[in-house]
Structure formats: structure tokens, C-alpha cells
């Protein structure tokens, strides 16, 4: 069993930036891959970012790609999703997840068993 908090988000300018944080507890953590998921209103969740379980290899979604970086501390149980160059199209819930698997390769919210409850994004124009 992986928990899961995320915290950072918040209303923020076109152009802006902001850090989104989740931490995690749980026994298992180290071994479980981590994503990042948004869900804006009216639409399906969407995946952003994931991350190996060791930090080595990252993912992105195209529409994320160059603007966000999502990192790892497996020793604070910790995962990070740095947001540069915010659009107002970036506005959504944000979730962290935890994967079923280790390597990260996991796009779709069916391969994530565990979730936070999400932080808001509000990016204005």
C-alpha cells in the first residue's frame, strides 16, 4: 500500500511557474514507479509525467514536454513536478499515482493503483 498528498498548486500567470510536491509513505514506495496526472473540467484524465523507480528514466506527455520536469527523493519519499511556462490550457486538478510497475513506462490511469487526493492548477491569461 502506497499513500499518496500532493500540495503547490494554485492560481498562477500565463508564463509562471510552479512546483507541485507529493509525498508518499508506505513500505513499498522505492519500488513503485510515479506519475503525474491532470484532469481538467469536463474532460478524462490525462497523463503528464512519470518517473522510474529509481529516478533514471523520465516521461513525458507531448503537450508537457520542454515545460515540465518531474523528479523523485526516494529518500524523503517525495516526488516533484516542476511547471514552467504555464498556459492557461494547464489548468486542471493535478494527481500524483503510483504505479504497479517500476520502470515508468505507464501511460494510462489503469496502470496507476494508488492516488492522491489532487491539487488545483489555475493558470490565467
Known amino acids: 500500500q502506497v499513500q499518496l498528498a500532493e500540495s503547490g498548486g494554485g492560481l498562477v500567470q500565463a508564463g509562471g511557474s510552479l512546483r507541485l510536491s507529493c509525498s508518499a509513505s508506505g513500505s513499498t514506495f522505492r519500488t513503485h514507479a510515479l506519475g503525474w496526472f491532470r484532469q481538467a473540467p469536463g474532460k478524462e484524465r490525462e497523463f503528464a509525467a512519470a518517473i522510474s523507480w529509481n529516478g533514471g528514466r523520465t516521461y513525458y506527455a507531448d503537450s508537457v514536454k520542454g515545460r515540465f520536469t518531474i523528479s523523485r527523493d526516494n529518500t524523503r519519499n517525495m516526488v516533484y513536478l516542476q511547471m514552467n511556462s504555464l498556459k492557461p490550457e494547464d489548468t486542471a486538478v493535478y494527481y500524483c499515482?503510483?504505479?504497479?510497475?517500476?520502470?515508468?513506462?505507464?501511460?494510462?490511469?489503469?496502470?496507476?493503483?494508488?492516488w492522491g487526493q489532487g491539487t488545483q492548477v489555475t493558470v490565467s491569461s
Open positions: 499515482a503510483a504505479s504497479q510497475y517500476s520502470s515508468g513506462y505507464s501511460f494510462s490511469p489503469s496502470e496507476y493503483p494508488y
